[in-house]
């Protein structure tokens, strides 16, 4: 049985048999192996030799894969950046495959988002069980599913990862049931996949932009963009990884502009004094914020301290936003060059925000109106690595995008509030910072986080249980925080590792600025 | 003409010399099991692939290797491509060649690096000439009657 992309619609009975994968290696030799090893495997296979040829090949063909197996090293574009767009296009399991071992290329695999990575000469009994990726996903996001449908009665901004900021306790409800199910329940469920189209992202994107980053929610945005047949998961997925987009682009052109092009500058200071103590004014935000290699918002309001591993270029994002006037002017323009793959430039002028297109990244039309919202949440971006991205990765997956320019909605976007106190748990944001991050127990929670996924919502449970302790915050908690949180992905690097530093102090601050953001 | 059990047991000789000697390791056999009936010449056709795409890859060391100023990055690149595809049919020296070739690379020795890329030749030569003499002896039992162990 065939469907329209002339391949057989999986059959759950004999799931993994069928599985349909995509392979896609530069090398003609090692192609034509594995072509032939998963035929063997009883895998439906489609084989590419470039990176390009297989992201047009994905969006033809929207939802004809269940999972991609792609080598490191590629001419025409680095295996990475494909990871990277794969997952926020088509969400789909990546697995990376490269001769070369080394731990650095295999954590920068696992921080771009990668579900695994095999070693070459690959045996055929490696790629038996691939399939377990895309089982694992799908489970996730059945599990997303089930929160999401269970909170539709909340206000968007309470509404919280597994759809419980109350208590741990229905989370674990969602997570019986699941127990329960026969595996063969979820192979049957497939979520539908959205492909996000240009028009579909710019009706998603204008509607952000008429509510407001800050106060963004899917339920709203689903409103606003009236397209009856998107649901609000679709929406809050992409929500998330829009984000993330920003924020490493944010990201990007901070480490730039601080850094003067320095990749892995091992910002790792992480001296007291440099922490700053976020203020109410907006100036203090703005001076305080400095990269650090680990970010941990305290909450701010004159007693937290907010270290962030952004860069002085969100200082002047906030400064653009709050008081232009107020921001040194160096800090505003951000000529970020960005990476060497990653050819858009942000530029932040007065309060615009410029980005030229990467004729690289078709995605970039999609994310044409990438605006303002970079402002925003660009300390929450800072911090939503759902798929990692090291500096290497300018583009995030979104891809560059044509010109970014809200000027105005910068301000609108923005606007810090001094008496919102960023609370959110941070990121440790170590591994953000550069490849070369010192990962004492990241690694250990990466690695948990990608093997055991069930444990990265809970993880984020806890954080979030914790806030519900505090009425007050939830309130000022954007609802972006709230949302982003929820899509978690197994693929979440080193944002896991929440730390409060100031305990409940934090939490009896008000929010300051926007989607602060723990991804 | 020799019969088909003699060649079998040349065959079978010939290949396990080059597994003891080195030039082949287990990923090559694991071609081989590949192989099946939907797909008799998978084996010479994920060879042939092999020849051609390292002859493309040896002549652009060459190239680069000649070059006023040499781009170690880039010969790094095409000896990692040519690492690669040698793991991928078990041709061992071949692979082992090449990550001496990379350190030098790293080193950024040219010395070093021109003598590897005379080395990787070498080994590449010799493999391709096993190959081609493992691939005639299964076409002579073939044509005898026999079947290929």
């Known amino acids: 049985m065939m ?50 040829e297989a992201l047009d090949l994905l969006r033809e063909k929207k939802d004809g894969f269940d999972i991609v197996i792609s080598d490191v090293n590629m001419p025409d574009m680095d295996g990475f950046k494909l990871l990277e767009h794969v997952g926020l296009e088509m969400d789909l399991p990546v697995i990376m495959m490269s001769v070369d ?59 919280l990862f597994g759809g419980d900021l109350n208590s741990g306790k229905k989370r674990k409800d969602v997570d019986n049931k699941h127990d329960e199910r026969a595996c063969g329940n979820l192979l049957s469920v497939k979520k539908s996949r959205v492909v996000w189209t240009v028009d579909l992202h710019q009706k998603f994107v204008k509607a952000v932009n008429q509510i407001g980053l800050s106060k963004v929610g899917p339920k709203k945005i689903l409103d606003l963009m009236e397209v009856p047949w998107l649901t609000r998961e679709n929406v809050a997925s992409h929500l998330q990884k829009y984000r993330l987009y920003l924020s490493r ?22 001296d007291p004094a440099e922490n700053v103590c976020l203020e109410n004014s907006d100036t203090q935000i703005h001076k305080n914020l400095m990269l650090k290699s680990d970010a941990k918002f305290c909450d701010v309001n004159g007693k937290g301290i907010l270290s962030m591993p952004m860069g002085d270029c969100m200082n002047s994002l906030f400064g653009n936003v709050e008081d232009a006037s107020k921001s040194a002017p160096s800090r505003i323009s951000c000529d970020s060059d960005v990476k060497s793959e990653h050819k ?36 929450e971006s800072i911090f939503n690595h759902n ?21 105005e909605s910068v301000g609108a976007l923005f606007s810090v509030q001094p008496e ?54 939830i309130e000022s908690f954007g609802l972006s925080d709230r949302e982003l949180i929820y899509d978690l992905s197994p693929h ?7 730390e409060y530093e100031y305990g409940s102090d934090t939490l009896e601050h008000p929010v300051i600025g926007r989607g602060l953001y723990i991804a | ?67 006023h100023v040499v781009d170690f990055k880039q010969i790094d690149a095409h000896v990692h491509q040519f690492k690669g595809s040698s793991s991928s049919i078990g041709a061992q020296r071949v692979k082992n060649t090449c990550v001496v070739f990379r350190d030098y690379c790293e080193e950024k020795n040219l010395d070093g690096c021109l003598k590897c890329l005379q080395q990787v030749k070498h080994e590449y030569y010799i493999v391709k000439n096993k190959l081609e003499t493992m691939i005639r002896l299964e076409r002579q039992i073939l044509e005898a009657g026999g079947t290929i162990p």
């Not at chain 1, 003067?260 to 992480?270: E, F, L, M, P």
């Open chain 1, 3 to 52: 469907d329209s992309n002339g391949f057989s619609s999986p059959k759950p009975d004999s799931f993994p048999a069928g599985l349909r994968v995509l392979v896609v290696d530069d090398d003609p030799t090692w192609l034509k192996i594995l072509e032939k090893m998963l035929k063997k495997c009883s895998y439906e296979v489609m084989t590419c030799n470039l990176a390009r």
């Open chain 1, 101 to 159: 071992g080394e731990t650095s290329r295999v954590m920068k695999g696992v921080q771009h988002g990668a579900c695994d990575y095999l070693l070459k000469p690959i045996r055929m009994k490696e790629l038996r069980n691939i399939w377990q990726h895309v089982l694992r996903k799908r489970m996730h996001e059945v599990r997303d599913i089930e929160g999401h449908e269970s909170v539709t009665e909340q206000p968007d901004d309470v509404y």
């Open chain 1, 249 to 270: 682009l944010q990201k990007e052109n901070e480490l730039k502009i601080v850094f003067g092009g320095v990749k892995n500058s091992a910002i790792t200071s992480k």
């Open chain 1, 344 to 379: 858009n430039q942000v530029q932040y002028s007065s309060l615009q925000f410029k980005q030229e297109h990467n004729p690289q990244f078709q995605l970039e039309k999609q994310f044409d109106h990438m605006m303002s919202p970079i402002q925003v949440d660009s300390l």
């Open chain 1, 387 to 407: 798929r990692i991205q090291t500096e290497d990765h300018s583009e995030s997956r979104s891809q560059g995008t044509g010109k970014v320019t809200k000027v």
């Open chain 1, 420 to 473: 919102r106190s960023i609370s959110c748990s941070t990121l440790n944001m170590k591994s953000h910072n550069s490849g070369q991050n010192p990962f004492d127990n990241t690694e250990r929670d990466q690695r948990n986080l990608i093997l055991e996924t069930g444990s990265t919502f809970r993880l984020w449970d806890e954080v979030f249980n914790s806030y519900s302790k505090e009425p007050g915050n």
């Open chain 1, 492 to 498: 979440l690097y080193g944002s896991l590792d929440v």
């Open chain 2, 1 to 67: 003409m020799e019969n088909a059990g003699q060649l079998r047991r040349q065959y079978v000789d010939f290949v396990a010399s080059l597994y003891h000697e080195g030039f082949l390791d287990d990923q090559f056999g694991q071609l081989q099991k590949l192989q099946d009936e939907g797909n008799p010449y998978f084996v010479v056709e994920v060879v042939s692939l092999y020849f051609e795409d390292s002859e493309k890859l040896m002549n652009n060391l060459t190239t680069a290797l000649q070059q």
